[in-house]
């Protein structure tokens, strides 16, 4: 496992985010998590901005995604299109036991908060871990860092996901309808 370089790794202030926001967004982010695990994958697409970019590295791990280049090669490089023909494929044969785990649960942790680049914005950073169980109970983990661009709305749920950089993109969301 390459070692981490600790001056890659994005700084978050000292200070803490409002109570309420901070409340607000680890909200938003629990029902995020738990629409993935009960599969409803469309409702969770409708979280996602129309200019959304999802992605993450392959075969490495570097703990500041924040700074990725755009030519970065990626394991996952989606977009609203892309994400909502996944969803729509998680529901037909490609989305049955044989593909999909019998089961995921995703725990969400230590969410920390700074200002976005535009008044609207937030970027958060927030560890991810992630089980699945197949239909022979075999287990899979797998923990990362996630950082998101989450914008506001006058949608009910308060944000939309704008963009969402993982730390690393294991193998198993080659998947159809897994998402982390």
Same mark, same amino acid.
Request: proline letters at 5%; a negative charge; glycine letters at 4%.
């Given at each position: 496992?390459?070692?981490?370089?600790?001056?890659?790794?994005?700084?978050?202030?000292?200070?803490?985010?409002?109570?309420?926001?901070?409340?607000?967004?680890?909200?938003?982010?629990?029902?995020?998590?738990?629409?993935?695990?009960?599969?409803?994958?469309?409702?969770?697409?409708?979280?996602?901005?129309? /200019?959304? #970019?999802?992605?993450?590295?392959? @075969?490495? =791990?570097? %703990?500041?995604?924040?700074?990725?280049? +755009?030519?970065?090669?990626?394991?996952?490089?989606?977009?609203?299109?892309?994400?909502?023909?996944?969803?729509?494929?998680?529901?037909?044969?490609?989305?049955?036991?044989?593909?999909?785990?019998?089961?995921?649960?995703?725990?969400?942790?230590?969410?920390?908060?700074?200002?976005?680049?535009?008044?609207?914005?937030?970027?958060?950073?927030?560890?991810?871990?992630?089980?699945?169980?197949?239909? /022979?109970? #075999?287990?899979?983990?797998?923990? @990362?860092? =996630?950082? %998101?661009?989450?914008?506001?709305?006058? +949608?009910?749920?308060?944000?939309?996901?704008?963009?969402?950089?993982?730390?690393?993109?294991?193998?198993?969301?080659?998947?159809?309808?897994?998402?982390?």
């Amino acid at each position: 496992m390459p070692q981490l370089d600790p001056s890659r790794i994005p700084t978050y202030p000292r200070t803490f985010a409002d109570a309420a926001l901070q409340h607000t967004i680890e909200q938003f982010l629990y029902l995020e998590a738990e629409l993935l695990d009960d599969r409803k994958v469309s409702e969770w697409v409708a979280l996602t901005a129309s /200019d959304i #970019q999802y992605s993450g590295p392959i @075969g490495q =791990r570097d %703990d500041d995604k924040e700074k990725s280049s +755009s030519d970065e090669a990626t394991h996952v490089g989606e977009d609203k299109p892309s994400l909502e023909r996944r969803a729509r494929e998680s529901g037909t044969a490609v989305g049955t036991a044989e593909v999909w785990p019998v089961a995921t649960r995703r725990t969400v942790s230590n969410v920390r908060i700074k200002p976005g680049d535009t008044a609207d914005t937030y970027k958060v950073r927030s560890n991810l871990v992630f089980l699945t169980l197949d239909a /022979d109970r #075999q287990q899979a983990i797998v923990s @990362g860092t =996630r950082f %998101d661009v989450l914008r506001r709305t006058t +949608s009910e749920v308060g944000f939309e996901i704008v963009r969402r950089l993982l730390d690393q993109t294991p193998k198993l969301l080659d998947n159809a309808g897994l998402f982390l």
